[in-house]
């Protein structure tokens, strides 16, 4: 006869294994801009949005407020990393920053606006710079964490 204690284990590590919403839809698919080249790799929960005209990246809705952006632009200001990540703190638009990174040709920042966690990070290729930003609700980070790290990794020009 199996012990209660045993059962109540066994119970408590079946929990234990439920996903949770984010984490239970495991399929990735990747997005590839025709135009620059820019790609990243996506759980497939994100539906993308209508495309801009100019066909200069792409946007993603997924759940619980979560969205993504994915496009590219000529640097025709000759933007270097810092001289963009003083811009992109100037404007206003990056309050609460957490985080901040400035490398060769790599831009990273991440922070909070409101009840939103938002990651950015921004790649100096040539004369383009490439751009991918997520915002997602605060209340979801240990969900959302694991999947924003491995978009992060797969973010790349061409």
Same mark, same amino acid.
Not at 61 to 75: D, H
Not at 134 to 146: C, H, L, M, R
Not at 152 to 158: C, K, T
């Given at each position: 006869?199996?012990?209660?204690?045993?059962?109540?284990?066994?119970?408590?590590?079946?929990?234990?294994?439920?996903?949770?919403?984010?984490?239970?839809?495991?399929?990735?698919?990747?997005?590839?801009?025709?135009?620059?080249?820019?790609?990243?790799?996506?759980?497939?929960?994100?539906?993308?949005?209508? !495309?801009?005209?100019?066909?200069?990246?792409?946007? @993603?809705?997924?759940?619980?407020?979560?969205?993504?952006?994915?496009?590219?632009?000529?640097?025709?200001?000759?933007?270097?990393?810092?001289?963009?990540? *003083?811009?992109?703190?100037?404007?206003?638009?990056?309050?609460?920053?957490?985080?901040?990174?400035?490398?060769?040709?790599?831009?990273?920042?991440?922070?909070?606006?409101?009840?939103?966690?938002?990651?950015? *990070?921004?790649? @100096?290729?040539?004369?383009?710079?490439?751009?991918?930003?997520?915002?997602?609700?605060?209340? @979801?980070?240990?969900?959302?964490? !694991?999947?924003?790290?491995?978009?992060?990794?797969? @973010?790349?020009?061409?």
């Amino acid at each position: 006869m199996i012990s209660r204690r045993l059962l109540l284990l066994g119970s408590v590590l079946c929990l234990a294994r439920i996903p949770t919403a984010v984490q239970a839809q495991e399929a990735w698919t990747t997005y590839r801009n025709a135009r620059f080249g820019t790609s990243i790799a996506y759980q497939e929960f994100f539906e993308p949005d209508p !495309p801009p005209e100019n066909g200069d990246g792409q946007s @993603f809705t997924g759940p619980e407020g979560a969205n993504f952006r994915v496009y590219a632009g000529y640097n025709i200001n000759n933007e270097t990393p810092p001289s963009y990540l *003083a811009e992109l703190l100037a404007d206003g638009s990056h309050p609460r920053v957490a985080y901040k990174s400035v490398q060769k040709n790599r831009i990273t920042i991440s922070g909070t606006r409101g009840s939103l966690i938002y990651y950015e *990070a921004y790649i @100096f290729a040539r004369d383009v710079i490439h751009a991918f930003a997520i915002e997602y609700p605060a209340k @979801f980070k240990a969900d959302y964490d !694991p999947t924003i790290r491995r978009m992060a990794r797969s @973010f790349a020009g061409p």
